[in-house]
């Protein structure tokens, strides 16, 4: 069965103190893990896919890392507009459809 | 604009009623779905559709149904089968299924009165 966990569950940082989230997976064959920013009531908004390990994708001060086993975002000087809960996915290989199999999130808090 | 739309943004559910989200995209994409989100959970999938006319059972789909007669819409029914109903529920769509990225709408709330 596919399994992500996310640590830490909450994070609360000073406004310039990097930091950064951890996915771990277990997943029959990777196809893909994806990254998603979930604000307050609303749905999740795509940040990045990643699909072989060593692979990093970055945006503004957000970065993607992936090895075979996680996934960190690493979040860079990190401001107040950067609080939200961060979710992790993957799709797994042998899947027909694009299943993905979510973790719980971490939820972060950017004080000035 | 492209996007996916969801309505109404907060639904109410008497005990023993159907209750019916709205799920719409217009960004020609093949694939929809609908997830639930509980506090304190991953999202976890209630049904999806690869095509018009066809769907597919998710991990949960007990308690819901779901259409697909038209590509931009997958309407949601919550059933009275359904006994927990109370949660945040999502939908999302795709260009294909394996290995693309799902966009979300923005949600539904329901609630249990």
């Known amino acids: 069965e596919d399994q992500v966990t996310q640590s830490p569950e909450a994070l609360r940082l000073q406004e310039g103190e990097s930091s950064s989230l951890n996915c771990s997976y277990t997943v029959s064959g990777l196809r893909g893990l994806f990254w998603y920013r979930q604000d307050p009531g609303k749905g999740p908004e795509f940040l990045f896919t990643?699909?072989?390990a060593g692979e990093e994708k970055e945006k503004e001060r957000l970065k993607a890392t992936l090895t075979k086993k996680e996934s960190f975002l690493h979040i860079t000087a990190p401001k107040p507009e950067d609080s939200a809960t961060y979710l992790c996915a993957v799709q797994a290989r042998g899947t027909s459809y694009g299943k993905l199999t979510f973790g719980q999130g971490t939820i972060l808090t950017v004080h000035p | 604009d492209g996007g996916i739309t969801q309505s109404p943004k907060y639904l109410f559910r008497k005990e023993g009623q159907n209750v019916t989200l709205s799920c719409e995209q217009n960004l020609n994409h093949d694939a929809m779905y609908w997830y639930r989100q509980d506090p304190g959970q991953g999202l976890r999938l209630i049904y999806y559709s690869q095509i018009v006319n066809d769907f597919q059972k998710g991990d949960i789909a007990e308690g819901y149904s779901v259409s697909r007669e038209k590509k931009e819409s997958f309407p949601l029914t919550v059933t009275s089968a359904q006994k927990n109903p109370t949660a945040f529920y999502l939908c999302?769509?795709?260009?294909?299924?394996?290995?693309?990225?799902?966009?979300f709408g923005p949600g539904t709330r329901l609630l249990v009165l």
């Open positions: 990643l699909y072989s």
């Open positions: 999302a769509s795709s260009t294909q299924t394996a290995k693309e990225t799902q966009y």
